[in-house]
């Protein structure tokens, strides 16, 4: 089970490295506008008086994950109980994989659909209809929040557990947003872990030293065309990220759960094979002895 994880982690590896780029970039130029633009206002940003929300949760359909699935439904129990004063029927959760659908069923909260089908195999078409209807939604007034709650991929040894806004746009916490991931290795070691915090470290320092961004924009043809284009395809990629994100964490997290066991087994056996020796040794030491005992008495 450890080497099939791996297999998959490297494919979904390659997909995240293939969308980033376009994500990264088409995320930072509508960011930056939006930061930048007072009179970039739109339908998708505006904050309101929030009486109902929706939570888009991210889990796997199987287990053998260690504690990827029970770290995800307890996040999203406790953001449930932040918004228990709107009461459950005002909460609506709309789980992508199976091991989140069955606990909200379980805990009675209102289920937004079934979306098992795209956890196994990430797809962008149903998380476009996925986004357009929860914009639809928003902007009809239905719901006034919407967050996502997945884990972000950062490293083959480190996954993140993400509580995401993703409406009304939050344009501080995108920019903020910490996007370093290391899609080059799929081995979790400890020299790994080490690279990977003096990267971290590196990293702060140079976000500390960086210029400001380059609020001079030319807008064409007009900024209300700009922003209806690209907004939708931004709300259409973050549905898309969160998933790639969710389904290489969960290989991620079932690689290191399968090893965990392996090591736990090999242990148990050298264990267990050093209890047998010293029985062994035991009995034919307790046999030597009465052999001797016996000679003397004769």
Partial sequence: MKMVASSKLHHAQVMIENMLPYESM?????????????DATTVYSI?????????????????????????????????VNEYQHLGKDNVVVYPIGRKVAEKVMKLGLNSGGDFSEIADKPNIHPCIG???????????????????????????????LT????????????????????????????EAQEYLRKKGHKTVTEKEE???????????????????QLIPKLLHLMIYTALLDSNASEHAARMVAMQTATDNADE????LNLQYNKSRQQAITNELLDIVGGSVNN
């Avoid at 009486?51 to 995800?72: H, P, Q, T």
Wanted: contains cysteine.
């Fill in 130 to 160: 996925l986004a357009e209807s929860l914009a639809e939604k928003f902007i009809s007034g239905e719901i006034d929040r919407i967050e996502m709650i997945y884990h972000h991929f950062k490293s083959a040894g480190s996954q993140i």
């Fill in 26 to 38: 088409l995320e930072h130029i509508l960011k930056s506008f939006l930061a930048s633009e007072i």
């Fill in 163 to 190: 509580r995401k806004k993703f409406l009304p746009i939050d344009v501080q916490s995108e920019l903020d947003f910490d996007d370093e991931r290391d899609l080059s290795s799929n081995i979790v070691t400890l």
């Fill in 47 to 79: 904050e309101r008086p929030v009486k109902r929300v929706a939570l888009v949760v991210y889990s796997s359909n199987s287990s053998l994950c260690g504690g990827f699935n029970a770290n995800i439904i307890k996040m999203m129990q406790q953001v």
């Fill in 268 to 271: 148990l056996l050298r264990e």
């Fill in 210 to 228: 960086a210029k400001p961004l380059n609020d001079n924009f030319i807008v064409e043809p007009d900024m209300n065309t700009v922003l209806a």
